[in-house]
């Protein structure tokens, strides 16, 4: 059966290189408000017997827990508008809930934990096996057949089996860029004035004497690389397959034929780039509060991002920066965790499991809904250019990331971004090398004490150490300690022999 998966998902992964698209979990996401293809069959409406409207009664308004941005005065009005737009369609009303970029990690966690009632959740690999094995997530494996047939169809089934936990389905997958591929912007009014060689810039100490010459040109309070909490550098263990656990101290090299799972604070190129944020942290290059800090700034002179050709277009928008140069640093490549970064499930115990179902369906396969979720109130926040296939933004305040909501295939393209923007993408998906690890999924239904202690030392310290604040030579060794008093060792063991087992 091991060797059977194995080569059920190679084939997946095939058609994944060609048409598949994954998520990401990020403020500094490209996805974002990023637009998205329109050359695909799924522009049009679908709208079949699983999706058509309730017969009588009044409309369930469901809850939906998202991540995004501070809510602008008008996405009541917004929402409205969805709302009267999906009840018609569906009998279905929503009712969006958004955690703060900086806030979703203890907020999804106190609601889960709590049971705090809803019908809808976004969720990615840093949380899924763990909520699910809390039994916090319904079981849609037949449900997701029978009740949205479109639905199922629309997104392949190596990708709803990258979703699986324990054979099982919990979650609808957003169907989008399948490969990880990291970029690291600038702002080109700085690239301008200090001479930066972007195309020389190959790792993180290439950084170092751009950052220097921004800080000594700029002055004191001017701090190049803008940091929170909640993203440190984004990507920085991106060199390391984390299983599907969400745990980045625990992982398996990338590139490493043998899989050996490592305790990834110890490897000696991640101690080296601990040691330099430290340094930045240390010289001013890093703001004093990212520790604490839980929203980014606007305008920032230099971010890295999980993206794709073209998200430049959208960030000069949200940003409120003229230009950015946007070049590629790492991937693109495949994980399993990557299908996993951007799902969305439904409580166990939601009274509307069909309803949310058909909520879901309906922002896969409408071109309509899915630009209001995207981008906002039509007139106030985008302007239609060309029906539901490209729209012109008009604000830079939607709080929705369109990464977490559905596919890109029925969303519009935003006008300026490249006409054949999802043309690149499959290229880069084309281009994608695969982790050594690829098809694994870390089964931690034995392990979920270890896992939960472990994730706790973890997320007390992270926030200093992936900012800088924290020395790594005095902090990593005191995590490992204390992982390991919480079971790090049990759950380094069982990924192992899990490996072996499965890649045998």
């Known amino acids: ?53 309730a017969d009588s009664g009044d409309a369930p308004t469901l809850v939906w827990w998202t991540i995004g941005g501070q809510v602008p005065a008008n996405f009541d009005k917004a929402l409205a508008a969805m709302n009267e737009y999906t009840a018609e369609k569906i009998g279905v009303k929503i ?25 809808i959740m976004f969720t990615n690999n840093s949380k899924y096996s763990q909520q699910v094995n809390m039994g916090a997530f319904a079981d849609l494996t037949a449900d997701v057949q029978s009740e949205t047939p479109d639905l199922y169809k629309l997104i392949p089934e190596k990708v709803w ?80 397959d984390d299983m599907t656990l969400g745990l980045a101290p625990l992982g398996v090299k990338v590139d490493d034929a043998s899989r050996k799972v490592v305790s ?9 780039g601990l040691k330099l944020l430290h340094q930045w942290y240390n010289d001013g290059i890093i703001n004093p509060d990212a520790p604490t800090k839980t929203e980014a700034d606007k305008a920032r002179p230099f971010f890295a991002a999980q993206a794709f050709p073209g998200a430049e277009a959208n960030w000069q928008i949200t940003e ?3 230009k950015y140069d946007m070049f590629q640093i790492f991937g693109p490549i495949y994980t399993t965790s990557t299908i996993q970064g951007s799902l ?66 029925d969303l519009a393209v935003t006008k300026g971004a490249p006409v054949d ?27 979920s004490t270890e896992v939960s202690n472990t994730k706790a030392v973890w997320d007390k310290y992270r926030y200093e150490l992936m900012t800088g604040a924290s020395d790594p030579e005095k902090m990593v060794p005191k995590i490992v300690e204390e992982m390991k008093a919480a079971g790090m060792d049990t759950i380094m063991k069982a990924a192992q022999e899990q490996i072996d087992a499965y890649f045998k």
Not at 10 to 22: D, E, F, H, K, S
Not at 32 to 39: E, I, V
Not at 427 to 442: C, E, I, P, R, V
Request: hydrophobic fraction near 35%; glycine fraction near 8%; charged fraction near 25%.
């Open 95 to 119: 009712d969006i809930k958004v955690a703060g970029w900086g806030d979703w990690d203890t907020k999804i966690n106190t609601i889960v934990n709590t049971g705090e009632p809803f019908d």
């Open 344 to 409: 969305n499930a439904i409580s166990a115990n939601s009274k509307y499991k069909k309803e949310a179902l058909k909520y879901l369906q309906l922002v896969n396969t409408d071109p309509k809904l899915r630009n209001m979720l995207a981008f906002g109130e039509l007139g106030v926040d985008y302007d239609s250019v060309d029906g539901e296939k490209v729209i012109e933004r008009k604000t830079d305040t939607w709080p929705l990331a369109a990464y977490t909501q559905g596919t890109f295939f």
């Open 421 to 447: 923007q999802w043309d690149q993408v499959r290229k880069l998906n084309d281009q994608a090398t695969s982790s050594t690890n690829l098809g694994f999924a870390l089964d931690i239904s034995e392990l």
């Open 1 to 53: 059966m091991k060797k059977t998966k194995k080569n059920l998902l190679a084939i997946g992964v095939a058609a994944l290189l060609t048409t598949g698209l994954v998520g990401c979990n990020s403020s500094n996401n490209a996805s974002t408000n990023t637009p998205a293809d329109n050359q695909t069959e799924t522009n049009s409406p679908v709208q079949s017997e699983a999706s058509k409207p």
């Open 320 to 322: 409120g920066v003229a």
């Open 264 to 272: 990834v604070l110890e490897q000696p190129d991640v101690k080296d």
């Open 161 to 240: 089996d990258g979703t699986k936990v324990g054979g099982k389905i919990y979650s609808v997958p957003t169907y989008k860029d399948s490969s990880l591929t990291q970029y690291w912007v600038f702002d080109d009014t700085y690239v301008q004035k200090y001479g930066i060689d972007t195309a020389g810039i190959k790792s993180l100490k290439d950084l170092d004497k751009p950052f220097h010459d921004m800080k000594a040109g700029e002055g004191k309070s001017f701090y190049p690389l803008s940091l929170t909490q909640g993203d440190g550098f984004n990507g920085f263990f991106n060199g390391y």
